[in-house]
C-alpha cells in the first residue's frame, strides 16, 4: 500500500514538471540562433545539401566520436559480461532448432543486397537522411540474418574486431587531418566541398560516415553475437 | 492541420500501445507493444519533418531492440509470464499457456 | 484563462511524449520484472526523444535537407530546427546499447541461479 503511494507521488510529481514542457515546447516561431547559422552556412561552408548530417559529422563532430566511444564501451561490457565462462556454461552445450528452408535461401539472396543498401545509405549521407547510423544498423541486419539462418554459426570475430578497430583509426585520424590540414578537429575541409548534390562533394563528410557506419555496423553486430549466445 | 490530425492519432495508439505493455503480465506481448510504441513514434518523427530520426527510430526502436530484448530472453530462459521464475528451454512455446 | 484555451495551447507531439514518459516511469516503479524493467526504459526513452525533438518541432515547415544550393539563402525561413533532430539521432543508438547492457546483467543474474524479480536482490529498490 505504502508503495502504492509513493509510486503515484513519483508519478504526479514527474507530470508537474513535464506540464510545462509539454505547453511550451513548439510554440517557437523559428529556429533559434544557433540553429539559423547551420541552416544557412552549412550548404555553403561544408556543401551538406542535410543539415543534419553536417551537425552530426561536423559542427557537433566531438560529441558523435563520445557517442561511438560510448557504443563501444557498452559492447565491450555485454561481450564481457555474457562468456561462457562467466555464465558458468562451460559443458552444457545445447542444440539449437535447425532454421527452415525458406529463412536460409532468402538469407542466401538477401545478405549481399542488404549490406549495398547499407552501405549506399552510408554513402549518401550528405545528400538524402540516413548516414552512418542507419546504414550500419542495415548492415548489423544483414548480420542477424545470417546468425538467424545458421543458429550454430558465429561471427569471424577477427574480421569484426579489425573492421571495428581500423574504423575507429580512421575516424580519429580523418579528424586530425581537419585539425592540421583545415580549421580544426574534425574539420571535413581538407577535401573541396565541391557542388551540392553530387556524390563526391563535402570534403571528407562522405567518408567520416562510412567510416561511422562500419563502426556502428560491427559493434551492433557484436552485441548480437555476443546475445546469441554460446560463445566460447 | 492534416498532419496535427495525424500526430494528434499516432499519440492516441502510442500511449494505447504503452500502457498495454506495461499493463499485460505476458512478457512477449510487452517487447512487442513496446516496439510498436517505437514504430508509431518513428511515423510522428517523420511527420515532424525529421526524416534522420525517423529512419534511426523505425531501425533500431522497433527493429533491433525488439530482436535483443527476444535473444536476451530465449538465453535467460525466463518463462513468458512475468511473475514466473520457472525455467523454459523456449519461452515462445508457453505464450499460450502461462497467463 | 479559461480550460479550452489552456487545453488548445498545448503541444500534441509534447504532450503525448510526456504521457509517454509518465507511462515508463510508472512501469519502472510498479513492476517487479527485471526484463520488464528494460522494456519500460525503453518506452521512457521514446517519450523522452518525442519531447526533445518537439522543442525544434514548426507547424508547417519541411525536414532541413535542400534539394539545391539556391536553397540556402531561404533555408532558415522554411525549416525546421536541425539541432534537437542531431541530439535525438545519437541519443536513440546509445539507447540501444544501454538495453543491451541491461539485459545482459538481468541474463547473468538468471544464468546465476537467480530470480529474476528485483525484489530478490536486496533492499535496494525500496
Known amino acids: 500500500m505504502m508503495r502504492k503511494i509513493l509510486v503515484i507521488l513519483a508519478i504526479v510529481g514527474f507530470?508537474?514538471?513535464?506540464?510545462?514542457?509539454?505547453?511550451?515546447?513548439?510554440?517557437?516561431?523559428?529556429?533559434?540562433?544557433?540553429?539559423?547559422?547551420?541552416?544557412?552556412?552549412?550548404?555553403?561552408?561544408?556543401?551538406?545539401?542535410?543539415?543534419?548530417?553536417?551537425?552530426?559529422?561536423?559542427?557537433?563532430?566531438?560529441?558523435?566520436l563520445g557517442e561511438v566511444a560510448v557504443l563501444f564501451a557498452a559492447t565491450a561490457g555485454v561481450?564481457?559480461?555474457?562468456?561462457?565462462?562467466?555464465?558458468?556454461?562451460?559443458?552444457?552445450?545445447?542444440?539449437r532448432m535447425p532454421a527452415t528452408e525458406i529463412l536460409r535461401t532468402a538469407t542466401r539472396f538477401l545478405t549481399s543486397l542488404l549490406i549495398l543498401f547499407g552501405v549506399y545509405i552510408f554513402v549518401h549521407g550528405h545528400l538524402t537522411p540516413g548516414g552512418g547510423f542507419q546504414g550500419g544498423v542495415v548492415i548489423a541486419t544483414a548480420i542477424l540474418l545470417n546468425l538467424l539462418a545458421e543458429p550454430e554459426s558465429h561471427l569471424a570475430h577477427g574480421v569484426m574486431t579489425g573492421v571495428e578497430a581500423l574504423s575507429g583509426a580512421a575516424y580519429v585520424t580523418l579528424g586530425l587531418l581537419g585539425a592540421f590540414l583545415a580549421w580544426g578537429f574534425l574539420d571535413p575541409r581538407v577535401l573541396p566541398a565541391g557542388s551540392i548534390g553530387a556524390l563526391v562533394s563535402a570534403g571528407t563528410v562522405p567518408l567520416i560516415y562510412s567510416v561511422i557506419g562500419l563502426k556502428v555496423g560491427a559493434e551492433l553486430s557484436g552485441i548480437l553475437d555476443a546475445l546469441k549466445g554460446d560463445r566460447e | 492541420m492534416a498532419s496535427d490530425i495525424a500526430i494528434l492519432i499516432a499519440g492516441a495508439v502510442m500511449i494505447a500501445a504503452g500502457i498495454g505493455a506495461i499493463v499485460t503480465r505476458s512478457l512477449l506481448v510487452s517487447i512487442i507493444l513496446s516496439g510498436g510504441v517505437s514504430l508509431v513514434a518513428s511515423l510522428v518523427f517523420l511527420l515532424m519533418g525529421a526524416p534522420d530520426v525517423a529512419m534511426t527510430e523505425a531501425a533500431i526502436g522497433s527493429g533491433l531492440t525488439t530482436v535483443v530484448f527476444l535473444y536476451a530472453l530465449a538465453r535467460s530462459k525466463q518463462a513468458d509470464h512475468e511473475d514466473s521464475d520457472k525455467r523454459v528451454d523456449n519461452p515462445a512455446s508457453e505464450a499460450g499457456g502461462a497467463s | 484563462m479559461n480550460i479550452l484555451e489552456f487545453l488548445a495551447g498545448i503541444n500534441p507531439v509534447a504532450a503525448s511524449g510526456a504521457i509517454v514518459v509518465l507511462i515508463g516511469l510508472w512501469g519502472i516503479l510498479a513492476r517487479p520484472n527485471l526484463f520488464k524493467i528494460a522494456i519500460a526504459f525503453t518506452i521512457m526513452e521514446t517519450g523522452v526523444n518525442l519531447i526533445i525533438l518537439s522543442v525544434g518541432y514548426i507547424r508547417g515547415r519541411t525536414a532541413p535537407i535542400l534539394d539545391s544550393a539556391a536553397d540556402a539563402a531561404t533555408a532558415s525561413a522554411r525549416m525546421t530546427d536541425p539541432v534537437p533532430q542531431a541530439l535525438v539521432l545519437t541519443a536513440i543508438v546509445i539507447g540501444l546499447a544501454v538495453t543491451a547492457l541491461m539485459l545482459s546483467y538481468a541474463v547473468r543474474l538468471r544464468a546465476g541461479g537467480g530470480a529474476s524479480s528485483i525484489e530478490s536482490y536486496g533492499e535496494e529498490k525500496w
Open chain 1, 79 to 95: 561481450g564481457a559480461l555474457l562468456t561462457r565462462k562467466r555464465l558458468g556454461l562451460a559443458s552444457t552445450r545445447e542444440k
Open chain 1, 15 to 64: 507530470a508537474v514538471v513535464l506540464l510545462p514542457l509539454a505547453y511550451q515546447a513548439g510554440v517557437q516561431p523559428a529556429p533559434g540562433a544557433l540553429a539559423t547559422e547551420y541552416l544557412e552556412k552549412a550548404p555553403a561552408e561544408l556543401g551538406t545539401a542535410n543539415v543534419v548530417t553536417a551537425i552530426v559529422v561536423s559542427y557537433r563532430g566531438f560529441d558523435t
